[in-house]
């Protein structure tokens, strides 16, 4: 069965920094294309980011909202997704979803962790 | 960058009744790059349909997804009170990476 456990949200101020973490499991999680989504409250969803796999030169792509500030990583020793979020801002606050890309969808979806940028 | 939009923003129906479900891209787009989910409050969204008019392992035969160029609809034949929630289509493979609809909302009376 495919697992994905999002963490690390929380309360943080404007222009500080927030470390989310996805746990994976069940499928091979090196060979995943994995995505970054959020939903603020009251909104669709809008996608962060995406990093591909170690073969595929582990190259990320951001929107535009949020590159230059947040980075995504991957550790696939421990099977586990980053997401580095700096210089944050009150329209950065939203539930963050990490989800794993099948071709052109998303197919497995963490139940998201909410992240709150206020002072 | 292509934009999304979806019809109506809410839709009111019956159990058992038909639902139609709209989504526009702003250019011609490639079928296989169209997926639509399903989000209910406090769950993980869940794709529903992938290329355009493919039902994702699990879905009901209820759901079925059509179209082609820039306009696309979700189809659910009958609807069952679990089919309350939110539904976005998704456009992949353009700048941006991935794009979302606004969603349209389902509600069972």
């Known amino acids: 069965e495919v697992k994905l456990v999002d963490s690390g949200g929380g309360l943080a101020k404007p222009g500080g920094s927030l470390r989310l973490s996805c746990a994976a499991s069940?499928?091979?999680?090196?060979?995943?294309?994995m995505n970054w989504v959020r939903q603020a409250p009251g909104k669709g969803l809008e996608w962060v980011g995406r990093?591909?796999?170690?073969?595929?030169?582990?190259?990320?792509d951001y929107a535009a909202p949020v590159k230059g500030r947040f980075i995504i990583s991957r550790d696939d020793s421990k099977n586990t997704l980053f997401l580095q979020m700096n210089g944050l801002k009150s329209e950065d606050s939203a539930v963050y979803y990490c989800?794993?890309?099948?071709?052109?969808?998303?197919?497995?979806w963490g139940l998201g962790t909410l992240v709150t940028v206020s002072s | 960058e292509i934009v999304l939009t979806q019809s109506p923003g809410t839709l009111s129906l019956s159990p058992g009744e038909r639902a139609t479900l709209s989504c526009r891209a702003s250019q011609s787009v490639s079928s296989s790059y169209l997926a639509w989910y399903q989000h209910k409050a406090g769950q993980a969204p869940r794709v529903l349909i992938y290329d355009a008019s493919n039902r994702a392992t699990g879905v009901p035969d209820r759901f079925s997804g059509s179209g082609s160029g820039t306009d696309f609809t979700l189809t659910i034949s009958r609807l069952e009170p679990e089919d309350s929630a939110v539904y976005s289509c998704?456009?992949?493979?353009?700048?941006?990476?991935?794009?979302f609809g606004p969603g349209t909302k389902v509600d069972i009376k």
């Open positions: 989800t794993t890309q099948s071709r052109y969808h998303l197919k497995y």
């Open positions: 990093i591909k796999s170690n073969t595929d030169g582990e190259t990320t």
């Open positions: 069940g499928f091979i999680f090196s060979d995943a294309w």
């Open positions: 998704q456009l992949c493979g353009y700048s941006p990476v991935f794009t």
